[in-house]
């Protein structure tokens, strides 16, 4: 097994560097002797399919994928995003199917999040992240060709259905809350150096046949600090709403802005509201700034859930589905709980009742529910007594002394306080 090798240079990191990185890192992957930064780190369990640290994916012509997606036609057609289109394709050969994304040609910015995306995806491999099959760099084209995911993105699973389509039951959303934080805790628990994933939103979380979510979209992604580093963002780069309010207003990037990503998403999951919604009245327009107060009175709980639902989630679930995403929101990022605390809360949420047991599951009406403080885990879901989450630990330490140190380079409002409306990636 390889191991993903530090590409940070000493000191604060910037996104410049990331693209200077990334740019380095495809020379050098695993075979750097110069910098000490650059050895593969044996302990790091991020598997590599070249052994090397090579990349693994193959390389298409364009003539190959054009034929492919039958000359990039509109029929097929997936989606389109900020970087470019998504094509679904058909290798005839072997009669593989698979999404094609055509990166627009305008500028190097399309360029760099090009290279993130083949290193992040050629490096790092989880079952909750989507497979890079290979690329395309022809000439101007850059093309990525990923597993094609049947169900498409939770986006088109969660918002805006249409009536013949079923809404997705209280279960099937906490197994892909507790997908996409396995996804997120493998970035940032597990890949050496850690990865602040920075895109996460339900239509970057893709579904299998089997409602199993994986990320997508690493264009942004950047590895996390090493050591006693920084990553202070001169660009900052997401999507509005989805981004951790410290991240917005000063740059400054840390894993926890990743939670508060999380927290974000684990609440449209339970609302079926997206973030930022004009179509609702004004004061539930912003999806976190109406939820905020209710946080902290567990009997309004029942006033978020979604209505497609029918009243059909289990109160305690809904409880500590609720708690955990407060918790990830919170305004102070040091204070938000790492992705392994989540991922360790919700395996007990997405789990449907046990045959015979005596908790009635379901309710139609709205109980009285006891008053509780939603703003902490139960014990049992903190990891501070766990011996294998003492790495994370350590980084999430470092990670929030670092973030005392950094100096603000952005001063607008936060984005969360800000009226205007996009669902795409955009340099905010
Ligand atoms: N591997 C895939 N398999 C199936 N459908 C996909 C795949 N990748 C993307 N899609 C579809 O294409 C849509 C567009 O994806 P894309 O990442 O280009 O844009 P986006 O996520 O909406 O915006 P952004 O550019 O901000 O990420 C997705 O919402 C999804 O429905
Ligand atoms: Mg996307």
Redesign the pocket.
Known sequence: MGCFPCLCRKGSSTDDDQGEASRKGSKQAGNNDDDENAKPNTSGSVKNDGGNGNISAQTFTFRELAAATQNFRLECL?????????YKGCFQSTGKVV?V?QLDRNGLQGNKEFIVEVLMLSLLHHQNL?KLIGYCADGEQRLLV????PL??L??HLFDLSPDKEPLDWYTRMKIAFGAAQGLEYLHCKANPPVIYR?LKP??I?LDDGYNPKL??FGLAKLGPCGDKVVVSSCVMG?YGYCAPEYAKNGELTIKADVYSFGVVLLELITGRRVIDPTHPVEEQNLISWVRPMFRDQKRYPELVDPLLKGLYPTKGLNQAVGVAAMCLQEEASVRPLMEDVVMALRFLKEGPLPGATEVPFTMAKPPIPEEKPQSFPSEMSSSNRSNGSQCRERSRESSRSSSSMHSVHSEESPLTNKSFCS??VRL
């Open positions: 997936l989606g389109e995003g900020g970087f470019g289109r998504i999404a994304k989507v990923y597993e094609f995911m498409g993105s986006e088109g895109d239509s970057n893709l997508s979209d999507t795409k990636n």
